[in-house]
């Protein structure tokens, strides 16, 4: 613990109300308790300026306290509050806009969360009911922190993620391919990316047991590691010849973070569905989508989907 008293007094009060859970002893920071920020400056109760590198795990890409997006906030607090899944204006205009910039302008649709670990579940469940079968993942990975998505992910697993281990399709660890760390000692581009033959070959001899297949585009919280793009090239043809489902989580890529609007789309493939969110509300407030193909969105019956912080007028503005 900080011997600023300052520190000292607001880091006892975490503490004694936050379950351990929650405590981020692990990282280099831990012992500042933040109290206002300004672009990437931060400022700490002792009065101690940071820069903040963490950029909220990829979600406050304009900074702290950015004035088109307070003066956008404000006035939006003042026209309209909130909304649990009512049509409103601002949702409806987002909804097209996101379908135009990532390419469904013609034929796609839209499901608002309000997390990125819900958005995942969501196009998880739409999926699933569109072709039923088990999910694959590539590890290494992250894809939250829920009892469905710590599952999926490489990460400390939640008591409870057992109960859905039936319903995913292994793959072994290593299988992502990384150039950097190639476990067949070749270099790339004249090794062709052999490294995930076996792991193409083995999808597709147990295709028929297989809904969706669920891939970052990059690793974002397992080191930012960039694949070769024709891997993505390859798993967008293998899926869509076996009718297989191709699931990009763009949590972390997209909206800008990697220079497009979505790193797949720089890459050169499509996704059935793309999920978003971190940056989308600007960090100021939780909002995520799931975009994608109508008919794999639509398989969900009406109702199923319902979130009370999902889309709301500030976050939509």
Known sequence: MSNDPATAHWLGRFRE???AGQARDHDPAFGAVFERGRGSRLWDVA???WIDLTCGFSASNFG?????????LSRQAATLGHLTGEPHVGRIRLA??????VGWSDGGKVIFNATGARAIETAWKAATAFRPGRIARLSPGFHGRSIATAALSDTAQSPLSGAIEGQLWHAESGDYPYCARCPLGLSHPACQIQCVDAWLSRLT???ADISCVLVEPALGARGYVFPPAEFYRRL???THRLGIVLIADEIQTGWGRAGGWTLSGQQGWEPDLIVL?????GGLLPLSAAVGRAEILDALAAGVESETFAATPAACA
């Open 277 to 281: 969110g971190k940056s989308l509300a």
């Open 64 to 72: 702290h306290a950015c004035p088109r997006l307070v003066d956008e």
């Open 17 to 19: 109300s936050h379950a």
């Open 205 to 207: 001899a147990e295709a």
């Open 96 to 101: 097209e806009q996101l379908l135009a910039r």
């Open 236 to 238: 967008r043809e293998c």
């Open 47 to 49: 009065g101690q300026d």
